[in-house]
């Protein structure tokens, strides 16, 4: 069974003691890739997973900047975000979006956000959208800056209903779904992943965070994408090799994952 886990946080501080074994327990448990999300602790340092990709012939990389690191922005950010969208096995811009949970001004997310939707668009790369408390102003913007170009739009964790995924799904973007759809209460996201087109289907862990049942509240890993993925079969009437194998090839399409990497973990990648 081929599964992929196109959302993980693998530089944060709660893998610092078995960082390696957790990658190799998602190597093991059949994860073909990993991507791993480039914003860390915020600007200046915006390269750390790109130093695991570099690690990691499975481990992909994104860059970008957080909304809620939008105050650490300075004169020399965007120039170091092109210089790490020229990488190789920089496959997307993310986590970008706005998050009006934590009180970062919007008057400095929003610019933020649209730049670095300027910027995707400028190296052709997909965006991954964090959003937060914000739905109105997130779809606003993507409506206003992408949806005239036919690069991919990720909507990360996705934790709407039906009634928002129709809505996100006619503007052409994708839904990546996390472990809040396993949680007893999360009906609606269970909804929502069930009225989304398979090809506009990613999953993803989000890991540290947001374990999946049956690992709810303790730390996430890549390997618990596992547990997405039987839930989202049930959900859908299919088996959870049709739905792995089907979101693996959505994320080959969506990141431009040419040449799967080598599955002994020691190919190179072109
Ligand atoms: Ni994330």
């Known amino acids: 069974m081929e599964v992929v886990d196109s959302h993980c946080h693998l530089d944060d501080a709660q893998f610092n003691e078995d960082r390696a074994t957790v990658i190799e327990r998602a190597r093991k448990a059949g994860l073909k890739y990993l991507l791993a999300i480039g914003t860390g602790e915020g600007p200046p ?36 975000l092109g210089r790490l969208l020229r990488h190789p096995k920089v496959k997307a811009m993310g986590e970008i979006g706005l998050d009006y949970h934590w009180g970062v001004p919007r ?21 991954i959208i964090h959003t ?24 990360h964790c996705f934790t ?18 996390g472990g809040v759809a396993t949680y007893p209460k999360a009906a609606e996201v269970r909804e929502a992943a069930r009225i989304t087109p398979i090809e506009r289907l990613l999953l993803e862990t989000d890991c540290p965070y ?4 049956p690992h709810r509240g303790k730390r ?39 040449g799967a990497a080598d599955p002994s973990g020691s190919g190179s990648y072109t």
Do not use: M
């Not at 709407?160 to 503007?171: I, K, S």
């Open 107 to 127: 008057d400095v997310q929003i610019p933020l956000f649209e730049r670095q939707l300027q910027l995707a668009k400028q190296f052709a790369k997909p965006v």
């Open 132 to 155: 937060r408390d914000a739905w109105e102003d997130t779809l606003a913007v993507l409506r206003s800056q992408w949806t005239d170009t036919d690069i991919p739009c990720v909507l």
């Open 210 to 213: 947001l374990a999946p049942a």
């Open 45 to 80: 340092v915006l390269d750390v997973a790109v130093k695991l990709a570099e690690e990691y012939p499975f481990v992909y990389a994104t860059a970008g900047v957080h909304p809620n690191d939008a105050p650490k922005v300075d004169d020399h950010t965007i120039e170091d």
């Open 160 to 177: 709407g209903d039906a009634d928002l995924a129709r809505e996100c799904l006619d503007l052409g973007f994708y839904l990546a779904f």
């Open 220 to 258: 996430n890993e890549p390997a618990f994408v596992l547990n997405t993925a039987q839930t989202l079969a049930e959900v859908r009437g299919v088996t959870v090799e049709h739905l792995a194998g089907q979101t693996t090839k959505n994320f080959e399409r969506v990141f431009a994952i040419e």
